[in-house]
């Protein structure tokens, strides 16, 4: 593993994630205060650690991204489009809650400082949330940040057949309505690969993210209290 340099307490500055080690960590420490997330983001990295480590910052390579127009809809889910209830950003505190206690058993990075400072940037307008119901039961859905033409996906969860699928589904109907450029899925998985998802090179995700993030950022929630606003 290359020397990891250790972040700044007093800056959110970050090292290149062009230059990122070979497993993908770009640097670790520092703290998960809404600014610091934020400038991460906008670099490219992303926090991913376990509980009782320091927080590790990763730029993985290659990236798994998902292309909105390239989702695919299989016959039994498109069946399955016709039986839920779609929410966004109404119920956001109990999505991230979700997707944490069902990856409890085997291990999850979604720890109580990641809720709260997901659940800060939701009300500052940046972290969304894509719910999906079942008469008035909540059981489904998936939570991630965006900024400029991106939306950083961060975990989905289903409590019954398809129901995260149906999620995703609605997100890409977002992200072709506000003109997106993609929906970053982080690493690779087979799952997400199935309904469209693609590695391509961390060199070409950094390429993209800065094309992404000149264009405006839909802040706010993403309901009748939406704005759009151009980056300066």
């Known amino acids: 593993m290359n020397f990891i340099p250790r972040l700044s307490p007093y800056s959110y500055n970050f090292p290149n994630p062009r230059y990122a080690s070979k497993e993908g960590i770009v640097a670790y420490g520092g703290d998960l205060s809404p600014n610091r997330v934020l400038s ?3 670099r490219g990295i992303f926090p991913w ?11 993985p390579d290659p990236r798994l991204v998902l292309y909105p127009d390239d989702i695919k809809i299989s016959r039994s889910l498109k069946k399955s489009l016709k039986k839920f209830h779609i929410k966004t950003d109404t119920d956001f505190r109990s999505v991230i809650q979700n997707c944490k206690s069902l990856r409890e058993d085997e291990g999850t990075w ?25 008469e008035d039961e909540l059981v489904g859905g998936l939570y991630g940040l965006s900024m400029g033409a991106a939306f950083f996906g961060e975990s989905m969860f289903s409590k019954v057949s398809d129901a995260s699928k149906v999620a995703l589904v609605h997100l890409c109907n977002i992200a072709k309505e506000f003109n997106f450029d993609f929906i970053d899925c982080q690493v690779p998985s087979d799952h997400l690969k199935r309904m469209g998802a693609v590695e391509i090179s961390r060199e070409q ?8 993030l000149q264009k405006p950022s839909h802040i706010g929630k993403w309901t009748k209290e939406l704005h759009v606003y151009q980056r300066d």
Not at 49 to 59: F, Q, R
Request: net charge negative.
């Open 49 to 59: 650690y376990n509980e009782g480590d320091p927080i590790l910052w990763w730029s």
């Open 110 to 134: 979604i720890l109580p400082e990641v809720v709260e400072v997901f659940c800060e940037l939701h009300e500052m307008g940046f972290a969304h949330s894509i719910e999906v119901y079942r």
């Open 40 to 42: 991460a983001y906008k």
């Open 205 to 212: 995700f950094l390429d993209e993210l800065e094309v992404a």
